[in-house]
Nanobody, 123 residues
Framework: QVRLVESGGGLVQAGESLRLSCAAS????????MGWFRQAPGQEREFVGV???????YYGASAKGRFAISRDNAKNMVYLQMNSLEPEDTAVYFC?????????????????WGQGTQVTVSS
């Protein structure tokens, strides 16, 4: 099973950018779709985006036009570049991996999760 560790979270001001990293250990990432989710206090886990096994990106509504996911299979790394951050983006961000056969936006489709990294955006 893939083990995932996120990093790169922190406190930024509205309008700034942040890049999150997800380091994977274990099997190569190439068979997996790699997704990012986030969860704010008192809210359900929200789909941010995913890169399919073939490298096609799909994004949730809140991320479109501002966030971008990339992956480096050789380094077993996945990245989430977040631009034009808003206070509403404040949440714990999770990296996830899965051999997805259904909807990419459904958290239960992913078999491996990281511990999360906190992103706080001040106004």
């Amino acid at each position: 099973q893939v083990r995932l560790v996120e990093s790169g979270g922190g406190l930024v001001q509205a309008g700034e950018s942040l890049r999150l990293s997800c380091a994977a250990s274990g099997p190569t990432l190439s068979p997996y779709a790699m997704g990012w989710f986030r969860q704010a206090p008192g809210q359900e886990r929200e789909f941010v985006g995913v890169l399919s096994r073939s490298g096609t990106p799909y994004y949730g509504a809140s991320a479109k036009g501002r966030f971008a996911i990339s992956r480096d299979n050789a380094k077993n790394m996945v990245y989430l570049q977040m631009n034009s951050l808003e206070p509403e983006d404040t949440a714990v961000y999770f990296c996830a991996a899965g051999a997805i056969t259904g909807s990419y936006s459904v958290a239960s489709m992913y078999s491996s999760w990281g511990q999360g990294t906190q992103v706080t955006v001040s106004s």
